[in-house]
Every structure is written in C-alpha cells, then in structure tokens.
DNA sequence: TATTCCTGCCAC
DNA sequence: AAACGTGGCAGGAATA
C-alpha cells in the first residue's frame, strides 16, 4: 500500500512540476522578445555546463558577434510568429552548422593553397614519366590511401610518393576512386611494380607493415623499406603520448596537420574525397613522413649504438612481422564448438547455483548480477559472514576457496566465463572474410622496454584482431598447423636470467649456466629442501610446480618485490621472506652491487640502456626529489603528495633494472626472429615463422622434418644473439596442436613406428 | 547511445 | 606506507 501512495504522490510531484514548467516557458516566451542576446548567453553560460560545451558555445558566440553566422528565422519565431528564446540546444546547433562551414573553408583554403610541387598523377603518359623517374630515386617516402584497415580484404584507392631530390610529392588515385579521371588500380601497381619491388630503392613509410601487407593483397611483394618514421618515434620517445603522424608533425617539424575525421568525417571513404582535395592530403602525407624521417634521423645519429640497432634489427623485423603476421593462423572450429558447449553448460549450472544462493542476500529486484563486482561484493560478504575488501581472485578468494563452497564456485564460474567469454566464442568470430584465416597483429613497438605486443590494429574497429600471446593453455589447442604441416616451438631457457647473468657479471649464476644446473632448480632445492632433480625440469620438459614457483619468484625479487608480498606469495611470514631472500641472494654480492647500480644510473641520468645502448628506457620520475614524511605520519593528508613522488621514484627504481633486463632479452628474441625467418626462406617447402611469446618462437614447419633441421633451429635459438659469455639454451617443442607439444626424440620415437 | 574508465584476469 | 615488471581484452559502471 505504501507503495502505491508514494507513486501517486509522485506523479502529483511530476504533474505539478510540469505545470511550473509549462508557466516558466509560457513567461519566457513573452520576454522572449525583450531578451538581448548579452542576456541569453549570460543566461546560458550561468547554466551547468561540461567543459566541452562551454568552449563550443564560445565558439558559437564569438561568430555571432564577428557576424559569420547567425539564428536561421525557423528558430527566432514560431510559425505563429511569436518570438523564441534563444537556447543551449540552438546554441550547439549552430555549433554543428559552424563545424561544417569550417571544415569546407578548411577545405577550399587546403585546394587553393596546393603547393607547386604537389601533383596529381591521372593519365598514362604522366604516369609512365613518374615511373622513369623513380628508377634513378635512391630513396623515396610512400603511403597508400585504401578502403579500410583490413589488409586482407580492403581495397587501395591510391598511393602518394614523396621523391626527396626533385622535392615532388604525388598523388596517383586508382579505381574504384568515383572519379573518372581515376586510372586503373591493376594497371597503376603494374606499372609501379619495378619501383616498389625493387629492394634498392629506399622506402620511408609510417607504419610500414600496414602499406606492405595491403600491397601484398594486390599482388606486390613490396621490398626496401629504410625507415618507419612511426618505429623510429617510438624507439626515439616510447613516453611519446602519441604516435600519429597528425600529432606528430606540428610537434616536432611545427607543421599543422589536420585529421582524417576532422577534414572528412568519422566514416568518411577517401574514394569520395574530390581529387583535388586528395591530393593535398596524401601528398602531405608522405611529405610529412619524409620530413618526420630527416628529422629522426638526425637526432638518432647521434646515438651511433641505437641508429645501428634500428637500421639493422627494427626495420629488417618489419619484413619478418609482415610475412608473420600475413600467414596468419588456423583455428579448429569443431575444437572450439565442443568445447565452448561444455563450458557454457558448465557455465549455466555454476551461474543458477550463484544466483540462488546469493539471492537473499542481494537487494534489489532483479536477479543479482554475478558479472558485476559491484553487486557481488557486498551479498558474497554476507554470505561467508566476513567483510571482503574487493573480488581479486588470487588475493581475496583462492585462500577462502576451501572454507566456502560458494567462493570455490564462484571462482570457477570466473574462469569458466573468462575462457569462454574471451577466447572460445570470441575467437572464432574474428576469422578473415578473404584469407578464410585468423590473423593478429603484432606490433614491434609495443611496449615500452622492447617487448611485441600483440592485439589488434589500433584503427581497427571491426574487432578481428586477438593477442597472441595471452592464450591460455587450455585453448592453445585450438591453434592447429596447415594440414602435413607441425608446429615447432622453440624457447629460450631462462632467458631473463642468463640476460641478468650476463648483465651483472655474477660469477655465481654464470658458472650455473656454464655447468649445465639451472637457477630454479637450484633455488627451489634450497626453499623447499629437496633434491635438484625432484624439483628440476622432469625429462619429458614438463616444469615441477616448484620451479614454475620459483621461476615468479625470481624474477619478482629482481624486479623489487618487497618482503610482504614475498611472503604473501609463498604463504610464509614476512620475516621468513626476507630470511629466504638473504640466503639465496645473499651469495651473489655481484649481482646485489648490480642491483644497486642500475638505481643510481637511474637517478642520476634519468634513464637506463638495454644491452649496449641499443635502447633507452626513460625514467624520469626517479629523479624526483624524495620527501620526508615523519614516522607515524603516513595517515596525515597533509603528507598525500609527498607519499605519491615517493611512490612514483620507488616504482621508477624497480622499473630500471626490469626495463634492462627485459629489454635486453627482447632484443635477443627480436635478433634472432630474423635469422629464424631468414632460415624459412632458406629452406623453403612451407616453413614459416608462426608466432612469437617474448622467450619463445614458433614456426610452422612440414611434419617430414628432420633432426638436421632442429639442429638448425637450435643453432639459430642458440647462436644469433649471444649474452656475453653466457651460454644460451633452448628447449624445442613437436606440436599437432599449439601447447600439446612433445619432445623431439619422442616425435622421431613416434614417427618411426608410424604412429603419427 | 557511444565513449571512456575501472576491475579483473590471461600471458611471459 | 606500500608492498612486482611488461602487455591486451571483456564486461560493468560512469560519463558525455
């Protein structure tokens, strides 16, 4: 009953609000015409507003007062003909009519202002005298212009040159371009095709795999790329907020460069671009990168070890990715389709359990939503009668699994839906509509210490791309080979720590390596005080779980994990933490003298360097003044920003030594991925470079391999890209599905009873 | 309604 | 007092 008084009550509140309403305006109305429009937008701007509409409406009212535009007579008077007020809504109406006008003054004033050396190419004859002239070109900038982001199945529309000597920039439009004057594409790539696949000319490109890889699709094995002016801004600032060219440009050459959307629209298709205006964007295009490239290099000159490093590993890489990431994948859709019905139905039951055992303790009309953190957190506290501070599995839950059954369920309904929801019903949906494969991106520049990181086209928005090398090992098995074909995995054996070997010069760990015992084992033997061998790798290559502990562990403690989490982490006290860390870390003063080093090179020069200058990883925040906060104080506000620097300087400080170390041995991954795909190409007959996993790298490869060709591969693993004087070591894999991998010798075991 | 932020979790 | 580095993505919540 209560209920149904107060939805009355409310819709009297309603009723009479509308009628206080209807009075306000019908009284604005009539002072409408008395209102000035100083007055309507003193009314206005005194109103709520975000920031964003206030800077529109000043827009707006700086070009009614200039007098460049003004109320269209629909929106100052009624059709009855009574005066209208004006309002935030006309407003940002003529806001929108504004935007349109600027953008076709922009425009106009873009064709008017064509440089002299700008030219567009259309007919055969100018075409054919481009062609011989880029024969005599040492070097020259080039971008398409395409239908979309899809490199397997988008069209190019047109291709801009830049030719630095006779400082000319060209625009070739091709068909389907809705312009008659438009040549056709086939015939434009064929006549360019010397040019483009010629390795002696020198091509300076942004973003080089996207032009590379869609040039593929039509048919041209694109080759000479010199430089990628968007690699080589990440490589000279991988703080950079931004790496688009349109960004780029007025920061660092001060040109202004409009953006595609803001010149033509969100969804805008270049082929609808007249020509004229065409040729003024793409030309402008490859003349920015070509001057973004004079730029770059220079500054990167200056540092001879880095301008090696990126002429000879980053830009060949970009070869390698491109065939990589063109091969693509094949995934088993039957795999996917049994497997996803198991766990939605797993799913289901684990889903009506939550639901009905958090129902009474859940408010609220619907059923509780299990998804959502924010509704759960509170009932599943009721429930176990313990206040939880947040839902975090391996904090929060996995400790409270055994005590509560509900919490066990619920974790395994997380990661039932986390399989499922992310790969195992995503993952078939992103199959390419013209290779009929999957295709992932995988980008070179990623991160900031060096690492690939794999996901989709940053322009991408169709959601075809996935990351590669999050796949977890339940649904690895979906990635299969080609028909006749395996998967070789090869890995590097603890590589981070034959990097920080190598690096700090510790006798200890390197005469580890160089008798064949591995630092896990070894650590793992002396935390758990049982053999070497029970807690070594078994022979089949499986890990132990305590050497997979030890191996977090590890690299958790160099890269400055504090005693309490240690100790969280192992389940022991804090003090037992730093006991045990003594004992391990303790023996290798040259390696906590390291550790100590990387800290102060850091504050004092604000950056650290991966292997021999080959890549720098600024840190600027250790080198902010640490602020002294009295014993006790840490609760005061007053001391708020001072705890925050001296957060950011202790974050910087273990960034150093992780950002040397895994820079380094992402530099060893990335070497040696060169001569693994120049290997392929040297034996032809399907081999492939497959994927990449920071330590690992996968080919595809016919299943008549042989053992001469491991040994090729374990000679590339071993001998591409050597840490000093520390042994490498690697650990290869036979796989008809990725992840369930075998042995070599049990592979060649198996093949020569013919069991495969 | 579309975009951005946040939380949580997969990998090395 | 905070407490381990590098990523990408899904789904909910918050915001515009």
Redesign the pocket.
Same mark, same amino acid.
């Given at each position: 009953m209560a209920q149904l008084n107060l939805t009355n009550l409310r819709g009297d509140l309603v009723a009479s609000a509308d009628r206080r309403q209807a009075v306000k305006q019908a009284s604005a109305r009539k002072s409408a015409a008395k209102e000035s429009m100083d007055e309507a937008w003193a009314r206005i701007f005194a109103s709520k507003l975000? !920031?964003?509409?206030r800077g529109k409406l000043a827009e707006v009212k700086r070009a009614m007062s200039e007098g460049s535009i003004g109320r269209s007579p629909s929106d100052t008077h009624t059709k009855k003909g009574t005066p209208k007020r004006f309002s935030k809504a006309e407003a940002i109406r003529l806001y929108a009519v504004l935007q349109e006008r600027n953008k076709a003054d922009r425009l106009r004033k873009m064709v008017e202002d064509t440089p002299e050396n700008y030219e567009l190419i259309t007919t055969d004859d100018a075409l054919s005298r481009f062609v011989a002239e880029l024969q005599n070109e040492e070097i020259i900038a080039i971008d398409t212009e395409t239908t979309g982001v899809d490199v397997y199945s988008d069209d190019i529309v047109g291709i801009s040159v830049t030719l630095p000597d006779s400082d000319r920039h060209v625009y070739i439009p091709v068909e389907p371009t809705k312009d008659d004057h438009a040549m056709n594409r086939a015939a434009v790539l064929d006549a360019l095709r010397p040019a483009l696949e010629d390795a002696m000319i020198g091509k300076v490109l942004f973003n080089a795999i996207f032009d590379r890889n869609i040039l593929r699709s039509h048919g041209v094995e694109f080759r000479g790329i010199a430089w990628d002016a968007m690699t080589a801004m990440h490589l000279l600032n991988?703080n950079e907020p931004s790496y688009k060219l349109k960004d780029l440009a007025p920061k660092y050459l001060g040109v202004e460069s409009d953006t595609y959307d803001e010149l033509f629209g969100?969804n805008a298709q270049f082929a609808e671009v007249p020509l004229d205006v065409a040729l003024v964007y793409a030309a402008k295009d490859t003349q920015l990168t070509w001057e973004l490239y004079r730029f770059q290099e220079r500054h990167l000159r200056k540092f001879p070890e880095m301008y090696e490093y990126y002429t000879t590993v980053e830009v060949p890489l970009l070869d390698v990715i491109a065939d990589l990431e063109s091969n693509g994948y094949i995934l088993d859709l039957d795999f996917a389709k049994e497997y996803g019905e198991r766990l939605r139905k797993e799913a289901a039951e684990l889903h009506e359990y939550l639901v009905d055992k958090l129902a009474k303790y859940h408010e609220g009309d619907e059923p509780i939503?299990v998804?959502?953190?924010?509704?759960m $957190?509170p009932a599943l506290s009721k429930a176990i009668g313990k206040e939880l501070p947040? +839902? !975090?599995?391996?904090r929060t839950?996995k400790p409270l699994r055994k005590q509560h059954e509900i919490i066990d369920r619920l974790?395994e309904y997380?990661?039932v839906?986390?399989?499922s929801?992310?790969y195992i019903?995503?993952l078939p949906k992103k199959q390419n509509r013209t290779t009929k494969r999957w295709h992932s991106r995988f980008?070179p520049m990623?991160?900031?210490?060096g690492?690939f990181? #794999?996901?989709?086209d940053e322009e991408d928005k169709t959601?075809s791309?996935? *990351?590669v090398?999050?796949?977890?090992?339940?649904v690895r098995p979906m990635f299969v080979p080609p028909p006749d074909k395996v998967l070789i995995g090869a890995?590097f054996k603890a590589?981070e720590i034959r990097c920080t070997a190598y690096l700090s010069g510790e006798p200890v760990l390197i005469d580890a390596f160089n008798t064949g015992r591995d630092p896990y084992a070894m650590m793992a033997s002396q935390f758990y005080k049982r053999p070497y061998e029970e807690v070594n790798k078994l022979p089949d290559g499986s890990d132990t779980k305590e050497r997979k502990q030890m191996k977090?562990v590890w690299?958790?403690t160099l %890269?400055?994990? #504090? !005693?309490?989490? +240690?100790g969280d982490?192992l389940g022991i006290a804090?003090k037992d933490a730093t006991a045990f860390k003594d004992e391990v870390f303790g023996s290798m003063p040259k390696l906590n003298a390291w550790l100590e080093s990387n800290k102060t090179f850091v504050q004092k020069n604000g950056f650290v360097w991966a292997d021999k200058k080959y890549r720098k990883r600024r840190l600027k925040d250790a080198q902010l003044k640490r602020e002294f906060?009295p014993y006790?104080k %840490? *609760?005061d506000p007053k001391f708020e920003p001072q705890?925050l620097n001296? #957060?950011r300087i *202790?974050?910087a400080l $273990?960034?150093a030594t992780?950002?040397r170390v895994?820079g380094t041995s992402s530099i060893q991954t990335k070497v040696t991925m060169i001569e693994a795909d120049r290997m392929c190409h040297e034996k032809g007959n399907g081999w492939h470079l497959w994927g990449t996993?920071?330590?690992?790298i996968l080919w595809e490869a016919p299943a008549d391999f042989t053992r001469a060709d491991i040994a090729d591969i374990e000679r590339v693993m071993t001998e591409s890209y050597r840490f000093g004087d520390v042994p490498n070591g690697t650990d290869i894999e036979v796989a008809r599905r990725w992840g369930h991998g075998m042995t070599v010798d049990e592979w060649f075991k198996q093949n020569e009873k013919g069991a495969i």
């Open positions: 975000t !920031d964003a509409d991988e969100k939503n998804n959502s953190p924010h509704q $957190r947040n +839902l !975090d599995a391996n839950l974790l997380k990661r839906t986390k399989l929801g992310t019903e995503a980008n990623g991160t900031v210490t690492r990181s #794999s996901g989709k959601g791309g996935f *990351n090398q999050n796949q977890p090992e339940d890995d590589q977090v690299l958790a %890269y400055g994990m #504090s !005693d309490f989490a +240690l982490m804090k906060i006790g %840490y *609760n705890r001296n #957060s *202790n974050r $273990r960034q992780n950002a895994q996993v920071h330590d690992e």
